[in-house]
């Protein structure tokens, strides 16, 4: 298994920043790629961003492109997640997943670091 635990959440204004980060351990050698999701009050969780673990590929949400930044380390096995131009809409529990090798669904997820932007 792989356990994740996110942190850096946090309160900000309008136009704020934040950083996230997410620390794998457990069996991380099967990791493929490790991805953030948020879910805000009242909408079903979306997906934000994911990067791979060998070649860095990165994929983001277009609501978030151009603002949120993916990166990792993967001799702390984290992914972090820079957050800038942080709008109320940005307001949610983000969640790190990881999709391990050999499937195409993310099967690991954290317990979750709350964001929320004021405006």
């Known amino acids: 298994q792989v356990h994740l635990v996110e942190s850096g959440g946090g309160l900000v204004q309008t136009g704020g920043s934040l950083r996230l980060s997410c620390r794998a351990s457990?069996?991380?050698?099967?990791?493929?790629?490790m991805g953030w999701f948020r879910r805000a009050p009242g909408k079903e969780r979306e997906f934000v961003a994911a990067?791979?673990?060998?070649?860095?590929?990165?994929n983001y949400a277009d609501s978030v492109k151009g603002r949120f930044t993916i990166s990792r380390d993967n001799v702390k096995s984290t992914v972090y997640l820079q957050m800038n131009s942080l709008e109320p809409e940005d307001t949610a529990v983000y969640y790190c997943?990881?999709?391990?090798?050999?499937?195409?669904?993310?099967?690991?997820w954290g317990q979750g670091t709350q964001v929320t932007v004021s405006s």
């Open positions: 997943a990881v999709l391990t090798l050999g499937n195409s669904d993310y099967t690991h």
């Open positions: 457990g069996r991380t050698l099967n990791i493929y790629r």
């Open positions: 990067i791979t673990k060998i070649d860095g590929t990165i």
